[in-house]
């Protein structure tokens, strides 16, 4: 190599810069932020997939996309650690890297003709939100659309005022683990709301996402009812570094789920799951 050569990194090796153009508190530990690329731009990324997002001195972690827009992506992050709280901190004008995308999506497309049950616990909402808006934008593909959704209080519920539009358009059911004096509406896990969802087991597809325990309660259930288990999609997480397939740490027995996942059909995923401790 002379000493003119460049070298070019592989793709999403290294961060793009994309600023903040909006935020919105969901709750006290949890926001969604907006982000446009501030020169380059990303490949298009599609409901499902992940980015690695950048805190400037402090580190990267992958987000699911809660919500795709040309080339802004959105992001709902909950403080759980420093880069999770640094970028919960973030505000209009600031700055992260972003890598991606990443990962497979939910293949929407492939439930054409079907009833569509989605499924979600807590911030798992995040990433089944831009699947929920490209199933309502294009009902006419679809049969009839359940959207469930479990939190552990009111307090920790997101998007109420998406929540509330897909109400006419879409059979939404919401529950909590631990009701509040003000709460009106169910109380108990989400797995109690399938009694409710208007589906034919026969030609349904699920698209879920949560807790494990959650996912897996829920995927076993509807197969039990009869829906397809390859039409049964569940979003895994596992600790995920370098998001290229290389590091291992996301290993799920013979998936590396930031190159085979996050989303696997209840196929693949069931018996994985049952391992305890893999």
């Known amino acids: 190599m002379t000493a003119s050569a460049t070298l070019t990194a592989r793709p999403g090796t290294v ?46 972690i992958p987000l699911s996309v809660s919500g795709i827009n040309g080339h802004r992506l959105t992001h709902t992050v909950r403080t759980v650690g420093a880069v999770s709280g640094a970028l919960h901190g973030l ?20 439930a054409v003709g079907n009833d569509l049950l989605v499924v979600a616990g807590g911030i798992g ?7 929920v808006r490209d199933a309502l934008a294009t009902p006419e593909r679809y049969g009839r659309l359940n959207v469930l ?9 997101l998007y109420a005022e998406d929540v ?26 989400v797995t109690t709301l399938l009694d409710r969802a208007a589906f034919d087991p026969g030609a349904s597809a699920a698209f879920i996402c949560g807790p494990e325990p959650m996912m897996r309660a829920t995927a076993g259930e509807l197969a039990h009812r009869g829906v397809d288990p390859e039409l049964i999609r569940v979003s895994l997480e596992r ?40």
């Open 91 to 110: 505000r209009r004008g600031d700055t992260v890297g972003v890598r991606g995308p990443f990962g497979t999506g939910w293949e929407l497309p492939a």
């Open 125 to 131: 909402l995040a990433p089944l939100r831009p699947l």
């Open 149 to 157: 959704i479990g939190a552990r209080t009111p307090h920790e519920l």
């Open 164 to 189: 509330r539009s897909w109400q006419s358009a879409a059979r939404v059911l919401t529950t909590v683990d631990r009701a509040d004096p003000l709460w009106q509406g169910e109380v108990g896990v």
């Open 15 to 60: 961060p793009i810069p994309y600023r903040v153009v909006e935020r919105e508190a969901e709750t006290p530990d949890t926001a969604t932020i907006v982000l446009e690329p501030a020169r380059s731009t990303l490949q298009p990324f599609t409901p499902g997939q992940f980015a690695m997002v950048y805190a400037f001195g402090i580190g990267d």
């Open 239 to 278: 600790n995920v570094h370098c998001a290229t397939g290389h590091c291992g740490h996301c290993q799920l027995g013979p998936l590396l789920l930031c190159r085979d996942g996050p989303v696997v059909s209840w196929n693949k995923a069931a018996h994985l799951l049952m391992v305890r401790e893999l």
